[in-house]
């Protein structure tokens, strides 16, 4: 499904009514597997919150596959947060943005985004990547478009409206450490043109406190 170049996605998704089981409830999808696999791998963990949680497809996917976790999400959209919370009776669900986190400090062991954060640009981002800091306890689980090149960055955005960014750069000036990136291969997410590019799986330590 291709969405429109938008200049404010924020507004985009925040009005946005949809059938979100219909849309974006495919917990089957290929990448929220491999998503599931690499969390299986980090240790001693017990609780996750997502960023752009949606209606919860992740969610489900990790609770097939490693059960006995504590979940929760944040979501702009209200209707999201209404249908994850339908999902999820024992989860903790927040109507509110990526830069603004309604959460306190160390909220959960583990923050996971994916595909959320391409929506803020080069000015808000940093302030994104502070606020995940903040409620993370021990790791941060990034499913994104990254590049290294400017050049790349900015033509995916001029073509697609969407942003990449150089994870290793801000996760490293925010203090993360053990930062490790695995390519979202075509079986991964079949059929995605950027995704063939810029998607990778970013797992990083949050820095001591």
């Given amino acids: 499904m291709s ?9 985009y998704w925040q009005n946005r009514k949809i059938d979100w ?29 997502e960023v752009g949680c ?8 990790i609770i097939k596959n490693i059960p006995g976790k504590q979940l929760g999400g944040i979501d702009i959209n209200p209707d999201a947060i209404v249908e994850a919370n339908k999902k999820f009776q024992n989860g903790y669900f927040k ?23 391409i929506y803020f640009g080069s000015k808000e981002i940093k302030k994104v990547v502070k606020e995940i800091k903040r409620i993370a306890r021990k790791y941060v689980v990034l499913c994104e478009f990254h590049s290294k090149s400017w050049w790349n960055r900015m033509a995916l ?12 750069k801000l996760l490293e000036n ?3 450490y053990d ?15 950027p995704q063939k590019e810029f998607a990778y799986i970013i797992v990083a330590k949050v820095p001591k406190r």
């Fill in 179 to 193: 930062i490790f990136f695995y390519k979202v291969r075509q079986k991964d997410w079949p059929g995605g043109s």
């Fill in 3 to 11: 969405l429109p170049v938008l200049k404010n996605w924020g507004k």
């Fill in 95 to 117: 109507v509110c943005s990526a830069d603004d986190i309604m959460m306190s400090d160390n909220s959960a062991d583990v923050v996971l985004s994916d595909m959320c954060l």
């Fill in 174 to 176: 925010e203090g993360f």
């Fill in 54 to 61: 949606g209606a919860g497809a992740n969610l489900q996917n």
């Fill in 157 to 168: 955005k001029i073509n697609t409206g969407y942003n990449a960014h150089n994870y290793k």
């Fill in 21 to 49: 089981n219909a849309h974006y409830g495919n917990w089957g999808h290929p990448h929220r597997f491999l998503i599931s696999s690499v969390l299986k791998e980090l240790p001693n963990w017990l609780s996750l919150v």
